[in-house]
């Protein structure tokens, strides 16, 4: 997927696929607080509230998915890590 994509939503998708690096958060997912966490670290925080707007579009375009059992988010099924990351040189 080459789209471009707005900048909050790609600050949220960089931030969500560093999470995912890390094995175990990728396995169980990752929690809306934990992004928000990441984005504060690199200077660009957002309040959750932006951080779940974000998540939803990603999630409309079809990158991530919610998982409702657990409230976590993740990549959503055949979406690759870093090699076809929107918006990303």
């Known amino acids: 997927m080459n789209e471009s994509l707005p900048r909050e939503a790609k ?3 960089l931030a969500l696929q560093e999470l995912m690096g890390d094995a175990p958060a990728s396995a ?6 934990d992004l928000a ?3 504060r670290k ?4 957002m309040g959750a509230w932006e951080v779940r707007g974000e998540l ?3 999630e409309a375009i079809g ?4 998982d ?4 976590r988010w993740l990549l959503h099924e055949g979406t690759q890590q870093r090699e076809n990351a929107p918006g990303s040189s």
Not at 63 to 66: A, C, G, I, M, T
Not at 68 to 71: I, L, P, Q
Request: charged share 15%; hydrophobic share 50%.
């Open 63 to 66: 990158l991530v998915r919610f």
């Open 37 to 39: 966490v990441v984005l």
């Open 68 to 71: 409702s059992e657990t409230g």
């Open 28 to 33: 169980e997912g990752i929690a809306l607080t």
């Open 56 to 58: 939803t579009y990603l």
């Open 11 to 13: 600050l949220v998708w």
């Open 42 to 45: 690199q200077d660009t925080p």
